[in-house]
């Protein structure tokens, strides 16, 4: 891709107007540069790339994952693109989705997750589908009907962090440490699906609700402060959520094969399910670490560039699991950069193999164009929060080894997708699908298709009452190892 344009500043004129033509323009000269393969997919709605297809999935119903995408896209794309057999990575594991999805299609896969709320979710689920469903339908049945949380006796204390101080009525907050200490009883295996049900139901008995950067509070938690008053609606009873949530897994289990409400012809119902394992930590300390040439394809949504914090979206679930206020920063550190709080990292202390992907993205011209940009507004204090240009170049940088690294370990003809969303700051549209494409095929990958949902998303209100709305891409993105 040649490119021919002045980007020397202009003298006179606005400045703003002068960066942002000539993102603009570097913006267009991409996208043509990708136009043939920027293909929109009618059958990639909102629904199915996130959450809300799971919803009606036994398993994958149990735990509301808001950043999952769904197993109905795994399913898609792996007969759209006829992923061979073999093993199935994923960096950014999350909830495990792809990892139980290519399970059950028959391939191995292999997730790694930073964050211990993800990590307590896929032990569970590898056990429910393990070979020991009776003795765990017999246990969920024994709690249904004990209801061991509503007796007296003694109580183990609910971990706290100084976000999650009052969190709950105080009666559940009761019943939540009686319950916790009644499963201390319990074998393992039995204790950790106790445990991963109560993580299950804490935001629907809390008076908070996840609200993308942050928790948001109900006025009755008395948190309010003088700010407009939020109401999240019905606020369940302890035995109504964990009775019901209870109830949900024993039925699933005993069901026994995933439940599906869209039929794919390709899947078999006699198909033996690989293995799965877990990988804890950080895959920018673990992917350097694994074989190269291991996988036959790697299905990934990384967190987004859109400020989302994740320890504090989740700080319920962490506190429950005894994340402390020192390890709850420490894991915002160890988190791909996606918040304005994270630091810049040292690439090349990870892995000196690295340098030559972080040149890459030194001379990747519109990546360069817009980080100048954030850069000026932040000099003219003109960014909501001066962390935003350090979380953008961060993001692309990292996201860039993350690459780098997929490519080393997938097997020849391998194929990569990425779930992923366009973002806007400072009111640059920024192309994460084509600039990302762009680093990937330097690399080395061949950019099969960057499949674009018909549905787009709108940018904040904040943003659309500075700078007007602009709808932003919502894209998929398929990569093939030549």
Partial sequence: MKINIDLTEKKGGNQDNIFLEQITELDNILTDHFSDIMILDEKLTRK????????????????KYKEAFSADLVEYLFNKYSLKKGKILDPFAGAGTTLFASSSLGYHSEGI????????????????????????????????????????????????????????PQETKKKIERYLYELEDEQSEIKEILLFALLCVLESVSYTRKDGQY???????????GKKLFDKG??????????????????????????????????QDNTEAGKIELLQGSCLNILPKLKSGTYSGIMTSPPYCNRYDYT??????????????????????????????????ELINFNAEWQRVINICDNQILLQKILSYLDDKKNKKELNNNGIARMVRGYFYEMACVIQECYRVLEKDGIMFMVNDNVRYAGVAISVDTILSKIAETIGFHIESILVLPQGKGNSSQQMGRHGREILRKSVYVWKKG
């Fill in 48 to 63: 199915m790339v996130s959450f809300q297809a799971n919803k009606i999935r036994s398993h994958y119903r149990w735990y």
């Fill in 215 to 225: 928790l948001r509070w109900d006025y009755r938690a008395g948190r309010t402060n």
């Fill in 234 to 267: 019905i606020i369940l009873s302890f035995d109504e959520a964990i009775s019901n949530k209870l109830f949900d897994i024993k039925d699933d289990i005993s069901f026994g094969k995933d439940r599906k409400t869209d039929i794919f012809s390709f899947m």
């Fill in 113 to 168: 997750e930073v964050l211990p709320v993800g990590q307590k979710i896929i032990k569970a689920n590898i056990l429910v589908r393990g070979s020991n469903r009776e003795r765990i339908i017999s246990c969920m049945e024994r709690w249904l009907n004990r209801k061991p949380w509503n007796a007296d006796g003694e109580s183990k204390d609910l971990g706290v962090v100084r976000i999650t101080e009052g969190a709950y």
């Fill in 312 to 345: 504090r979206t989740y700080a319920l679930e962490l506190a429950l699991l005894g994340v402390t206020e020192k390890q709850l920063t420490e894991l915002r550190q160890a988190m791909l950069s996606c918040t304005v709080e994270n630091k810049a990292k």
